[in-house]
């Protein structure tokens, strides 16, 4: 069964450096996500992304966040220069179709990219 | 602004007896509303969708407007339920998650 992988599983970096978070969504879904998770938080959404641009974003989602779908299968999520606050779990997700209400569409979720900021 | 609810961080019960995983929305359009799961080192994933109004490994849902709530039940629990259940709303092109509720099923 295809799934949503994601890279690297674990990341710790240092306050200030710049990282990439990673997905390959599955192949013929056409709507990215992300979310995150802070330690003991609720998943928060951060951007969804079709067609090569965002669709929506949060108030999180803020000029340190960009994403970018680079060749035809991975999406990436980059933070500029991390804080300590964007230590959280990261999720990637994908979904066949748009969330339209009266669609129930599904989420696929992948696994999370644990990120840490000293 | 929408807003999805859990009062419950942790619920255990026995095997086989019957449980009920409480979610309330604050949303002032038509709702969409979602549980997910994640079992232990497992992804999150879907459990069910209001708007099939289907049963997954025993779980129901009823949407109720007018108390705004969309509680999970199992009539006999297994301990196989063990997990972390998320109630969430879908608007736009987002879903806004509850807290989430640990579910412990004990033998």
Redesign the interface.
């Known amino acids: 069964e295809p799934?949503?992988t994601q890279t690297p599983s674990h990341q710790v970096t240092q306050m200030g450096q710049e990282v990439i978070l990673r997905c390959v969504p599955i192949s013929n879904h056409l709507?990215f996500?992300w979310?995150r998770q802070i330690l003991g938080?609720?998943?928060?959404?951060l951007v969804?992304f079709?067609n090569n641009e965002i669709?929506?974003k949060?108030e999180i989602f803020d000029d340190q966040f960009s994403v970018e779908r680079p060749d035809g299968s991975n999406f990436t999520l980059k933070i500029r220069s991390t804080k300590l606050e964007d230590s959280a779990m990261y999720?990637c997700a994908s979904s066949p179709r748009?969330?339209n209400?009266?669609?129930?569409?599904?989420?696929?979720?992948?696994?999370?990219s644990r990120l840490t900021v000293l | 602004a929408q807003r999805v609810t859990q009062p419950e961080k942790l619920l255990s019960v026995f095997k086989g007896a019957p449980v009920e995983l409480k979610c309330n929305y604050s949303y002032s359009g038509s709702p969409e509303l979602f549980w997910y799961v994640q079992y232990s080192r497992q992804r999150l994933q879907l459990l069910l969708r209001h708007i099939s109004r289907e049963s997954i490994k025993g779980f129901t849902a009823d949407l109720n407007k007018g108390e705004t709530s969309f509680h999970l039940k199992k009539p006999f629990a297994q301990e196989e339920d063990s997990a972390m259940y998320y109630c969430a709303l879908g608007s736009g092109s987002r879903l806004t998650f509850g807290e989430g509720t640990q579910l412990t099923v004990n033998p």
């Open positions: 799934e949503v709507y996500y979310y938080q609720k998943v928060e959404f969804s079709y669709s929506e949060s999720f748009h969330i209400p009266g669609t129930g569409v599904e989420l696929f979720f992948g696994e999370g």
